[in-house]
């Protein structure tokens, strides 16, 4: 028995929504607003005291856990549910996969993230042109490494959508909503593309999720 704490922008949230529906596991959602700052109240941080998102809460046999970190959460479903593999089976190319998808989750996504600019914003008075700037550097400097890290198949790597699939396509939806310039990137934006086509992807993204109201 699975519950589920996210929020409908949340680009790590946004990772476990993906991984969920491509494995098709069954949960129950919760929801925690970001911009409203519910995640610093108690009730929520007894849940996760980094009082962030997304949080998954296990049942077993009467016994309860937490999992917090999206990258935590994303590895311990591929091993409890490993169809389909979000991971390849040999070891350098799971390498290969888990880098792409470091890229975005440890890289592009911490410095870029609600908390960093609201920092930016508040205390250090930065101005709106100022944030959207900063944001697009790291984008970009995130950005031209995984371009010429994947290669010309559909998906960041082979035929198939993996984990750094999975890491990607959020933080591309968050580049697109700060205005950031893809062009330079086609092989980032054919992958979009191609993970686009796909339901599991469709169903995961933050217009269609319920907080989204």
């Known amino acids: 028995m699975y519950t589920f704490w996210g929020y409908f922008r949340s680009s790590a949230a946004y990772r476990v929504r993906i991984a969920f529906n491509l494995k098709q596991i069954?949960?129950?959602?919760?929801?925690?607003?970001?911009?409203?700052?519910?995640?610093?109240e108690q009730d929520f941080k007894r849940i996760n005291p980094q009082g962030l998102v997304p949080v998954l809460q296990i049942?077993?046999?009467g016994t309860h856990h937490t999992l917090i970190q999206s990258l935590a959460i994303l590895e311990y479903l591929e091993e409890v549910h490993p169809e389909p593999?979000?991971?390849?089976?040999?070891?350098?190319?799971r390498a290969r996969v888990r880098a792409i998808a470091d890229i975005v989750a440890c890289?592009?996504?911490?410095?870029?993230n609600l908390r960093v600019l609201n920092y930016l914003k508040g205390p250090m008075h930065q101005k709106d042109d100022a944030m959207r700037a900063w944001?697009?550097?790291w984008v970009d400097s995130g950005f031209e490494a995984v371009e010429e890290m994947v290669g010309r198949d559909g998906f960041c790597f082979g035929d198939s959508p993996t984990m750094a699939d999975v890491c990607l396509i959020p933080q591309i939806f968050n580049a697109r909503r700060f205005e950031v310039d893809l062009y330079p990137f086609p092989k980032i934006r054919r992958i979009e593309e191609n993970c686009g086509k796909i339901e599991a992807f469709a169903q995961a993204h933050?217009?269609?999720q319920p907080d989204a109201a």
């Open 26 to 40: 069954a949960h129950d959602k919760r929801f925690v607003h970001l911009a409203r700052g519910e995640q610093s």
């Open 85 to 93: 593999a979000l991971l390849p089976a040999d070891p350098l190319d």
């Open 59 to 61: 049942e077993d046999g």
């Open 206 to 208: 933050p217009d269609r």
């Open 107 to 112: 890289d592009i996504h911490p410095i870029n």
């Open 135 to 137: 944001y697009a550097h």
